[in-house]
Nanobody, 131 residues
């Protein structure tokens, strides 16, 4: 059973940067496509896709809203995925979740919208961006 634990969230001002981490345990990490989703305040029923990365790390995919500002990466030797977030905006305020699924392509993960769609989820980390 794969377990995912996010960290790195916090309160920052607009324009600042944060790096989120997602540590995985159990399973073979490189076999899983991984991604980040978020839920904004008041939109708890909606999981918004943020970014995804293939098991090898060679392929990535981003939501238009974060393209050019966020960078997803992974270190399979450390069983950890990252999300570097730059030029943060108030509309980036959300709980950020990492998710994983066996052998899924990033573009396919981008079409998923609920917890039932992917095999593994973390419990989330809150990012708050003040204006």
């Amino acid at each position: 059973q794969v377990q995912l634990v996010e960290s790195g969230g916090g309160l920052v001002q607009a324009g600042a940067s944060l790096r989120l981490s997602c540590a995985a345990s159990g399973g073979t990490f490189s076999n899983y496509g991984m991604g980040w989703f978020r839920q904004a305040p008041g939109k708890e029923r909606e999981f918004e896709f943020v970014a995804a990365i293939s098991g090898s790390g060679f392929t990535t995919y981003y939501a238009d809203s974060v393209k050019g500002r966020f960078t997803i990466s992974r270190d399979n030797t450390k069983n950890t995925m990252y999300l570097q977030m730059n030029v943060l905006k108030p509309e980036d305020t959300a709980v950020y979740y990492c998710a994983g699924h066996p052998l899924i392509f990033p573009q396919t993960m981008a079409r998923k919208r609920g917890k039932e769609d992917l095999a593994y989820w973390g419990k989330g980390t809150l990012v708050t961006v003040s204006s």
